[in-house]
């Protein structure tokens, strides 16, 4: 018996040491590397959450729990259009961003605190809101140029800008790409086509200097080919100056050796200076013509060049200018025209909310006549009678008015001696009641005052029958 105890409680215990390092095992969690680990609940240091990216960490039952923020990066598409710049024209910047939860300590406790439970296009939606506002910002500090043409500024000033904004939520921007800045005025496209002119108007001055001096150069090669033909028939000139000479000691050698054959050596050295003379003028003429070619050939070389110098200075310039005056009045005709679009808009926002102010009046003035309505029990007569009363005295002032100037020139009366009252007294009587009393008004108007207000007595027959009668003794 006592055996079987024993053994029951050691099953016992290995039953409960298993269960309890099961459940210890099952309290440890690990974090992967593409997600950060958030424990919370009561944690040491009176923080609110405690974040590891990597590792593990031990989250204790009933106080403590915890979740997982996903690293994988989103890619948001913003389509900015119509953003102005800081000249004012509204500029198309498409770009993409690229954005992920940081895994720096404050950034992670930043998005525990705020991105904690939130859904995937929940935190792409805030990003965007973000990104959206910081771009529009971004673009109105800088001019289109610095926008265009300096993309490596533009995009420091964008990730500058949406970094710290992006971090305050606990995310990071990992990359941003702008694929095509367009504007709506076509400034950038002018700017472009200013570029292409000015490229190719460099090309031409390029062309027109390569020209110069390909022209001046032929004009010098040619001269050194004048200089050495010259050169070539001055040596000609001494060898055959030479060779007489030679020839002429021979012959005087010769005569001296042979005196019978004097005469033949006479004749020979006759037809040898002839021969001498053709070849000396042959040679001046061609060394003479060589000389007026190369002369020609520099003459026209430098026309040539006084050409080009003369279209490079004065042609391409004026060409230029043109082009200028060209955009000049294109983008003022621009402005014009954007100017008169603002006027039109702002006319249009002024009627605009003339007439959102009289459609407020009549809304007040409706709700007003139906609480009045409300008030009256749903009696409409009655609620017309109240806006009546109200008016009264306005219409018994206009009434008066209207016959106040009356002018009487002259009244004659008969005074009947009989009776209590004399006719004067009875007269002035009923001319007051000539004038039109309240309740006679009010039957104009088409409604009845209230009883409060008392009631008009109708006349009897008896007293209409004696007015009668003393209008005819009148008569």
């Given at each position: 018996?006592?055996?079987?105890?024993?053994?029951?409680?050691?099953?016992?215990?290995?039953?409960?040491?298993?269960?309890?390092?099961?459940?210890?095992?099952?309290?440890?969690?690990?974090?992967?590397?593409?997600?950060?680990?958030?424990?919370?609940?009561?944690?040491?240091?009176?923080?609110?959450?405690?974040?590891?990216?990597?590792?593990?960490?031990?989250?204790?039952?009933?106080?403590?729990?915890?979740?997982?923020?996903?690293?994988?990066?989103?890619?948001?598409?913003?389509?900015?259009?119509?953003?102005?710049?800081?000249?004012?024209?509204?500029?198309?910047?498409?770009?993409?961003?690229?954005?992920?939860?940081?895994?720096?300590?404050?950034?992670?406790?930043?998005?525990?605190?705020?991105?904690?439970?939130?859904?995937?296009?929940?935190?792409?939606?805030?990003?965007?809101?973000?990104?959206?506002?910081?771009?529009?910002?971004?673009?109105?500090?800088?001019?289109?140029?610095?926008?265009?043409?300096?993309?490596?500024?533009?995009?420091e000033s964008i990730r500058k800008n949406i970094d710290i904004e992006l971090d305050k939520i606990g995310l990071c921007l990992i990359n941003v790409n702008v694929t095509d800045i367009t504007d709506e005025s076509g400034y950038i496209e002018s700017i472009g086509k200013k570029a292409a002119l000015t490229a190719i108007n460099q090309a031409?001055?390029?062309?027109?200097?390569?020209?110069?001096?390909?022209?001046?150069?032929?004009?010098?090669?040619?001269?050194?080919?004048?200089?050495?033909?010259?050169?070539?028939?001055?040596?000609?000139?001494?060898?055959?100056?030479?060779?007489?000479?030679?020839?002429?000691?021979?012959?005087?050698?010769?005569?001296?050796?042979?005196?019978?054959?004097?005469?033949?050596?006479?004749?020979?050295?006759?037809?040898?200076?002839?021969?001498?003379?053709?070849?000396?003028?042959?040679?001046?003429?061609?060394?003479?013509?060589?000389?007026?070619?190369?002369?020609?050939?520099?003459?026209?070389?430098?026309?040539?060049?006084?050409?080009?110098?003369?279209?490079?200075?004065?042609?391409?310039?004026?060409?230029?200018?043109?082009?200028?005056?060209?955009?000049?009045?294109?983008?003022?005709?621009?402005?014009?025209?954007?100017?008169?679009?603002?006027?039109?808009?702002?006319?249009?926002?002024?009627?605009?909310?003339?007439?959102?102010?009289?459609?407020?009046?009549?809304?007040?003035?409706?709700?007003?006549?139906?609480?009045?309505?409300?008030?009256?029990?749903?009696?409409?007569?009655?609620?017309?009678?109240?806006?009546?009363?109200?008016?009264?005295?306005?219409?018994?002032?206009?009434?008066?008015?209207?016959?106040?100037?009356?002018?009487?020139?002259?009244?004659?009366?008969?005074?009947?001696?009989?009776?209590?009252?004399?006719?004067?007294?009875?007269?002035?009587?009923?001319?007051?009641?000539?004038?039109?009393?309240?309740?006679?008004?009010?039957?104009?108007?088409?409604?009845?005052?209230?009883?409060?207000?008392?009631?008009?007595?109708?006349?009897?027959?008896?007293?209409?029958?004696?007015?009668?009668?003393?209008?005819?003794?009148?008569?």
């Amino acid at each position: 018996m006592g055996f079987n105890f024993t053994l029951v409680a050691v099953i016992f215990l290995a039953v409960f040491l298993f269960i309890l390092i099961v459940f210890i095992a099952s309290r440890y969690k690990r974090c992967a590397s593409n997600r950060v680990l958030v424990v919370f609940g009561k944690i040491s240091g009176g923080r609110s959450a405690r974040c590891l990216h990597g590792g593990g960490a031990f989250v204790w039952p009933l106080i403590q729990d915890y979740c997982y923020l996903d690293l994988t990066p989103m890619t948001i598409n913003i389509p900015l259009k119509g953003a102005l710049s800081q000249q004012n024209i509204r500029v198309n910047v498409p770009s993409t961003f690229t954005v992920a939860i940081a895994t720096e300590e404050s950034s992670m406790n930043s998005a525990a605190v705020r991105l904690l439970g939130l859904e995937n296009k929940d935190i792409e939606s805030m990003a965007t809101e973000i990104i959206l506002g910081q771009l529009r910002l971004t673009v109105a500090s800088l001019t289109i140029e610095q926008i265009n043409q300096d993309r490596e500024r533009f995009l420091e000033s964008i990730r500058k800008n949406i970094d710290i904004e992006l971090d305050k939520i606990g995310l990071c921007l990992i990359n941003v790409n702008v694929t095509d800045i367009t504007d709506e005025s076509g400034y950038i496209e002018s700017i472009g086509k200013k570029a292409a002119l000015t490229a190719i108007n460099q090309a031409k001055v390029d062309v027109a200097e390569q020209d110069k001096r390909g022209a001046i150069g032929e004009a010098e090669a040619k001269k050194d080919q004048q200089v050495q033909v010259a050169q070539f028939a001055k040596d000609q000139q001494v060898q055959v100056a030479e060779f007489n000479k030679e020839q002429r000691i021979q012959i005087a050698d010769y005569n001296a050796r042979a005196v019978e054959g004097e005469n033949k050596s006479k004749a020979e050295i006759a037809s040898s200076a002839a021969t001498l003379a053709e070849r000396e003028a042959e040679a001046a003429r061609r060394g003479e013509v060589a000389h007026q070619e190369a002369e020609a050939d520099i003459q026209k070389a430098k026309a040539f060049s006084e050409q080009r110098r003369l279209e490079a200075e004065e042609v391409v310039p004026r060409e230029i200018e043109k082009r200028k005056i060209e955009i000049d009045a294109a983008a003022h005709a621009e402005q014009k025209r954007r100017l008169a679009q603002g006027d039109a808009d702002a006319i249009l926002l002024v009627r605009s909310a003339e007439a959102e102010g009289i459609k407020k009046v009549l809304e007040a003035k409706a709700l007003g006549y139906q609480t009045l309505i409300k008030a009256a029990n749903s009696d409409a007569k009655s609620a017309a009678t109240l806006l009546i009363v109200e008016k009264l005295e306005e219409i018994v002032k206009m009434q008066t008015e209207a016959i106040k100037n009356i002018k009487i020139d002259k009244i004659t009366v008969w005074d009947n001696p009989s009776g209590d009252q004399s006719s004067t007294a009875n007269f002035m009587r009923n001319l007051v009641k000539t004038l039109p009393p309240l309740h006679d008004i009010a039957q104009q108007a088409g409604i009845d005052l209230p009883h409060f207000l008392g009631s008009v007595e109708k006349e009897v027959p008896e007293e209409r029958d004696s007015v009668l009668r003393t209008g005819e003794k009148l008569s």
